[in-house]
């Protein structure tokens, strides 16, 4: 009886083991030699560029800038550190042999050449819902770029992660394979907008949190999320700050790397705005526009205003010159507020206002500790601004009531737990980048 069972079990086992071998299993396709850029149109180069800088190719592909696509960054995940691939057309260390049909089926199913299944870390979640006339595009963008002859280094995964076999499981689980799917409900312009933010775009990457296996957690979608040590905020209606993203603010955040009523563009999204979306057309950036306002529920543009002037008018009334400050607000007014004042009914983006920023209102402080440590570059925010790090001025101590003061006279928000320690956590991962 107990042999039978066990046997039963078994054979159960096995068949279970066959089925997902089945589904696991994917084919190489054949090599090409090196393909030939002259097969390519100076047009459809010229799209495939645009494409490739929606996807961030170039972002996630490339450590040294004088090696453009040529693989090696670390991306480091709970598991352990896996590498971005060399995607220049190099023959022996890129994807030079690979025809359209690989290049295609990597991005829309996620299996290398050689039919190994290829980890979600490679945005194919989102790049499979690419049309087939931009992914050829984009093949001859990447084909047309100089070879780089260059080997990323070993992934340090730790077993099982490190079994490329079982991302089919995680694939059944986590991943549709298909094409954008037009929402008859909307207008043409979200639509197109709608298309290049779930698709090339990528954009839930980073403001949709994941779950422990690395998934976007759909039950979650776009509301904020860690990434590369920043907060990517909400870009849904849960968002706290006081102004909504209409669609002129999108369009000038995405545009030019500020908004006067939120912010400025820091950190990875300075490479989504500066690297990825400089070559796109106008007409892209204002159809994601269409598409984010009203991801974000946004109020009507007077509506925004008022809202942002109202809560910029709440902090300076609440502020009285004749009362003896405490040490968070003496420093927010020497170190700080000369550059950081605004009109209530005009601020403006190179003063970001600190009633209206999302750093301050955010769940986590990550992005203000950050931005107060180094400042905002040159290559970061807008182009003709930058501000200067505090991280020799201030100590710790006095970077945490500083912050404690923001937030609990700028936000309505509950103030942060253990931001002392969140300050020196920051500190020396700050440097790197
Ligand atoms: C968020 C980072 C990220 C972005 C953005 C990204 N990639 Fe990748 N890509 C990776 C990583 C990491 C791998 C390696 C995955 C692996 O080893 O399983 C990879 C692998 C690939 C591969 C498979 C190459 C091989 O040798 O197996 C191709 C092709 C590719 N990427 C093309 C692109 C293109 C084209 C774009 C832009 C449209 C892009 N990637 C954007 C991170 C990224
Ligand atoms: C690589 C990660 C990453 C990707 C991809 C990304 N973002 Fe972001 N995004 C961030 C981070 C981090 C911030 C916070 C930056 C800051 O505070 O200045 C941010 C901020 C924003 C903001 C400002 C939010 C606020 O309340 O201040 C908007 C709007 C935005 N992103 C839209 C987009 C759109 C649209 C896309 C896709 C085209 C996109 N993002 C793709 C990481 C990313
Ligand atoms: C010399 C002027 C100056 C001083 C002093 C200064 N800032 Fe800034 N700050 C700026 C400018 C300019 C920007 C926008 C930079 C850009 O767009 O490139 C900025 C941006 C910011 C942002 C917005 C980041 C985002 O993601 O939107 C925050 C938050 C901030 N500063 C906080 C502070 C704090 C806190 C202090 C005091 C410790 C301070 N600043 C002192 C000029 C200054």
């Known amino acids: 009886m107990f042999k039978k069972i066990l046997g039963g079990l078994l ?85 030079g042999q690979w025809s359209e049909e690989a290049f295609a089926r990597a991005m829309r199913e996620g299996v290398a050449r050689s ?16 049309s087939d006339d931009d992914i050829s595009d984009l093949y001859a963008y990447i084909m047309s ?19 490329r076999l079982l991302l089919a499981g995680w694939k059944l689980l986590f991943f549709d394979e298909g094409r954008y799917e037009t929402d008859t409900s909307k ?56 102004s909504s993203w209409t669609e002129t603010e999108a369009y000038e955040y995405l545009r030019n790397g ?15 705005v500066h690297d990825g979306l400089k070559q796109a057309p106008d007409n892209d950036l204002r159809s994601l526009a269409v598409w984010l306002s009203d991801l974000a529920q946004a109020s009507d543009e007077q509506q925004a205003s008022k809202r942002s002037a109202n809560a910029i008018r709440a902090v300076h009334n609440t502020q009285n010159p004749s009362v003896m400050m405490d040490e968070g607000e003496r420093l ?42 180094n400042g905002v570059s040159l290559k970061e925010g807008l182009p003709e601004a930058m501000m200067p790090g505090f991280s020799q001025a201030l100590s710790d101590r006095q970077i945490t009531s500083l912050l404690t003061y923001l937030r609990a006279t700028h936000t309505d928000q509950p103030a942060w737990e253990n931001l002392e320690q969140h300050v020196r956590d920051q500190r020396p991962q700050t440097q790197a980048q």
């Not at 066959?18 to 084919?27: C, D, K, R, V």
């Not at 980890?119 to 989102?126: I, K, L, M, N, R």
């Not at 698709?199 to 296996?213: D, M, V």
């Not at 004042?341 to 999302?358: C, G, I, K, V």
């Open 332 to 373: 927010f007014t020497y170190a700080c507020a000369a550059c950081h004042y605004n009109e209530a009914d005009s601020p403006s983006a190179l003063r970001p206002d600190m009633a209206l920023n999302s750093a301050i209102s955010a769940p986590t402080p990550i992005n203000l500790i950050r931005v107060t440590l």
């Open 187 to 242: 207008s043409d312009v979200w639509n197109r907008g709608a298309y290049i933010a779930e698709g090339a775009g990528h954009c839930s990457a980073c403001h949709t949190p994941r779950n422990a296996l690395g998934a976007e957690d759909a039950g979650k979608a776009w509301d904020g999320a860690i990434i590369n040590n920043w907060y990517a905020p909400a870009l849904n209606a849960s968002n706290p700050t006081p």
């Open 11 to 95: 054979a159960f086992g096995v068949l279970v083991l066959a089925i997902f071998l089945l589904i696991a299993w994917e084919s190489s396709i054949e090599p090409v030699s090196a393909s030939n850029s002259d097969a390519f149109s100076k047009e459809q180069i010229n799209r495939g560029e645009v494409l490739a800088g929606l996807g961030n190719c170039e972002t996630c592909h490339t450590t040294d800038p004088n090696k453009p696509l040529a693989g090696g960054r670390a991306m480091p995940t709970p598991f352990g550190t896996l590498y971005s691939t060399n995607i220049t057309p190099d023959p022996k260390t890129g994807i």
């Open 258 to 272: 500020g908004s006067r009523f939120h912010g400025v563009a820091v950190g990875s999204m300075a490479d989504v």
């Open 115 to 130: 039919g190994s299944h290829l980890f979600p870390a490679f945005p194919y979640t989102h790049f499979t819902k690419m």
């Open 145 to 163: 770029q100089p070879a780089i002859q260059a080997e990323p280094p070993e992934n340090t995964l730790e077993f099982p992660f490190n079994i």
